[in-house]
Nanobody, 124 residues
Framework: QLQLVESGGGLVHPGGSLRLSCAASGFTLDTYIIGWFRQAPGKEREEISC????????NYAASVLGRFTISRDNAKNTAYLQMNSLKPEDTAVYYC?????????????????WGTGTLVTVPS
């Protein structure tokens, strides 16, 4: 069974850090680009970061650039999102998603498999 499972969400105060994990099972991640998306209450799901499959090249949304870091460990079949300097506006359900490809261009409608999400709450 092909599956992506996110973990690591929780409640963190402003300025704090969290590391999200995205573990794949039933397939190997090495030929997939991996994206992290988030959806805040009442808002559309947005892409926040993407990592390529070959050289680890990355892209970030302006809202998280310099604060979040995406990475992957193909040996563990897992991707990560390190989130630092968290703000209340980072509160959302965070999803990982994958699509076969090389370059870090992750688009909501172009992803093949999705996890079920993990909630991150940063109170104001």
């Amino acid at each position: 069974q092909l599956q992506l499972v996110e973990s690591g969400g929780g409640l963190v105060h402003p300025g704090g850090s969290l590391r999200l994990s995205c573990a794949a099972s039933g397939f190997t991640l090495d030929t997939y680009i991996i994206g992290w998306f988030r959806q805040a209450p009442g808002k559309e799901r947005e892409e926040i970061s993407c990592i390529g499959s070959v050289d680890g090249s990355t892209n970030y949304a302006a809202s998280v650039l310099g604060r979040f870091t995406i990475s992957r460990d193909n040996a563990k079949n897992t991707a990560y999102l390190q989130m630092n300097s968290l703000k209340p506006e980072d509160t959302a359900v965070y999803y990982c998603a994958v699509a076969q490809g090389v370059y870090p261009h992750c688009y909501y409608h172009g992803m093949t498999y999705w996890g079920t999400g993990t909630l991150v709450t940063v109170p104001s």
